[in-house]
């Protein structure tokens, strides 16, 4: 880690790239428009981004789709794919200072996350997945003598990856890891709050060896931008990471132009359930605390309804708050701090309205609640204080809405299915952790739950090895990570062969 002026020396040095990546190289948008990128933390503007629109999209489409057909990424050797793969990592890796500086300068994340998090993560990813291209084997159905069926999987063609803010790069790496292992072309349209990380990935990979059309950025607005690709008839899958409501357009988007097949990752209202036999209360409070707060909330598993029993409630709260005070919040440029800016105005004033909202429906404000007012150069930054409401209901927005923030709900139960029954009492089913000394019990109570990933004991999501997605309304479709993932991006066909013989000369 460097210090924080060696982090804004090197800001003031990078080139931040602006323009889309279409066919190999940067380019303008074709209307010449652009929008302002700006730093959460200071309000400042970063840079002018083009701003792509529906004529962008077509000769992006135009240009992944002749590198699909030509079969310059989709026909080479598995082999061939990964060592390409590998060298796209060591780019990273080489790269991997400027990459954290630029994501914590147009998030407002951290800088500690982005060089310990988000970067070594992202090449864990790509990593991964590089590596599973030469190990994924078809299938031979079991037909008899008479006919052989091969099952196997091909490239789907031509794909469009649209990602949301709040972890950048990385969704970014969850979607190009198995998309690029598979032997497609990829359309990336980062969310318009975070544009320059995926941008410079992209002109890694093709300096890396990935042959140009394979892998384009379009960076630009959700409702001009996003919606053409979720309307192009040339695209053949679409993978969504980002709100439940914008989701649904793409299902929408899908049904109105070819069918194309769409995954979406989706929000969550996520519970931390801790029982009265949880042991190790000081540990429990550190994973409460990392599970809501970090990234400041502005995480789809933030675990932001503590749901715990009444016996170690009074216990446990005072822990977290002590836990809490830790985490700082400041300058994301500083490696001292642990959380940085909101992403956006209008995030900001939407988290605060459900922090307002709270206290007009009646919960009890326990911890911060107001915005954090810092001198100087971020005196116009969106910082927000971790936040504790108790006495929440069910029937409160914030324990029922994704508040995307640093705001923890808590509510009160006397025994374990009751905590169940409220767990699952919300219209998402994305993430959840349990916290009890007995196995069985946990286990049990793991299986209860409807939700994609349920983490006991602990605070966590799995890893590159597990399949990552949502139950309810948290997902569609299939899964981010594990070799599942690869199920996104790959067609199944069935190929038959007779082999049904008249005599057995057809032997000789
Ligand atoms: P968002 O839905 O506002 O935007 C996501 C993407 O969709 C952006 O690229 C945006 O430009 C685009 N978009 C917006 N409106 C569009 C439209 N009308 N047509 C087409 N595209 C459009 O989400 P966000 O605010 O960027 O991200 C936060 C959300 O992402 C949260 O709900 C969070 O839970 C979710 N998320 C989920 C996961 C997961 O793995 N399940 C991971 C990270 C974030």
New binding site residues.
Partial sequence: MLTQTEYLALAAQIDFPTNAFINGTYTPAISGETFATINPATGQVLAQISACDSKDVDVAVAKARQAFEAGVWSKKHPTQRKQVMIKFIKLIKRNAAQLAVMEALESGKPIKDCETIDVPETIDCIQWHAEAIDKIYDQISPSGDAAMGLIQREPIGVVAC??????PML?AA?KLGPALASGNSVIL?????TSMTCLRLAQLAHQAGVPAGVINVLP????T???S??LHSDIDAVS????????R??LQ?SAQSNLKRVVL????KNPCIVLDDAERLDEVAEHVVNAVFWNMG????SNSRLIVHSAIKDQLLEKVIEKARDWITGDPMDPSNALGAM?SQE?FAKVVSYIEGAKQQGAKLILGGKQIKLKGELAQGLFIEPTIFDEVTSNMSIAQE?V?GPVLSVMTVNSAAQAVALANDTCYG?HASVFTSNGRRAMNVAKAIKAGTVSINCYSEGDMATP???FKQ??FGGR?NSLQAHDQYTETKTIWLDLSTESDSELD
């Fill in positions: 649209v990602l949301p803010w709040n972890f969704m969850w349209k980062p969310a318009e709050q630009g607005m959700g409702e931008c996003g919606k690709l979720g969504f990471t980002g709100s439940t409501e914008v989701g357009l793409f988007y990752e989706c929000g969550g502005e995480n789809c598993s992403i995030h994704e995307f994305l990552f997605g949502g948290s997902g981010d």
